[in-house]
T-cell receptor, first 115, second 114 residues
Framework: GAGVSQSPSNKVTEKGKDVELRCDPI?????LYWYRQSLGQGLEFLIY????????KSGLPSDRFSAERTGGSVSTLTIQRTQQEDSAVYLC?????????????FGSGTRLTVV | AQSVSQHNHHVILSEAASLELGCNYS??????LFWYVQYPGQHLQLLLK??????LVKGIKGFEAEFIKSKFSFNLRKPSVQWSDTAEYFC????????????FGGGTRLMVKP
């Protein structure tokens, strides 16, 4: 597609429920990233996929968070047993191999509210 | 660990005032540097980038940034801001040992009063 697509754009869930957030990267982009943007905070790195390599999960805040990328394209970020502190905007970005020169293209994000 | 610092969290300016937003990073090796902007209700957009060559980089909408290696800085500037520049600005760094990993600063929220 023309840009990075994320769905849903907004999600309200009850504490303790599981949620899935979806990211559809730009076609042909080999790298995919998830970041979290909390109110008053910067962008917190969560996880990074590059091609067929094992993902870099070093930013996932707890074992309630997981992500997968199927077929080198669409990615799903899953948060189990959601907590109120999980409320944030979850941003997905994708890039070509040469992201160090060109940066990322970001999606519009999913605003997650845990009540 | 690599870190990026934006010391100004909130900046309020009147239209036509000059802008300078600070950005400092901690890594001493080769770096690529970026400024992203997030207008209200919109997604992050690339404003400008530096990866080699002239350390004074010009971006969209009249913004520029200067890479000063000795100061580990990449400050963002604009000579005369407009109300439409109201947004949040993020500095970000990729260093050569981090692959494609962007590390972001905490952001600076700019409000321009008409």
């Amino acid at each position: 597609g023309a840009g990075v697509s994320q769905s849903p754009s907004n999600k309200v869930t009850e504490k303790g429920k599981d949620v899935e957030l979806r990211c559809d990267p730009i076609s042909g982009h080999t790298a995919l990233y998830w970041y979290r943007q909390s109110l008053g905070q910067g962008l917190e790195f969560l996880i990074y996929f590059q091609g067929n390599s094992a993902p870099d999960k070093s930013g996932l805040p707890s074992d309630r968070f997981s992500a997968e990328r199927t077929g080198g394209s669409v990615s799903t970020l899953t948060i189990q047993r959601t907590q109120q502190e999980d409320s944030a905007v979850y941003l997905c970005a994708s890039s070509t191999q040469g992201a160090s020169a060109y940066g990322y293209t970001f999606g519009s994000g999913t605003r997650l509210t845990v009540v | 660990a690599q870190s990026v610092s934006q010391h100004n969290h909130h900046v309020i300016l009147s239209e036509a005032a000059s802008l300078e937003l600070g950005c400092n990073y901690s890594y001493g090796g080769t770096v690529n540097l970026f400024w992203y902007v997030q207008y209200p209700g919109q997604h992050l957009q690339l404003l400008l980038k530096y990866f080699s060559g002239d350390p004074l980089v010009k971006g969209i909408k009249g913004f520029e940034a200067e890479f000063i290696k000795s100061k580990f800085s990449f400050n963002l500037r604009k000579p005369s801001v407009q109300w439409s520049d109201t947004a949040e600005y993020f500095c970000a760094v990729i260093h050569n040992n981090a692959g494609n990993m962007l590390t972001f600063g905490g952001g600076t929220r700019l409000m321009v009063k008409p």
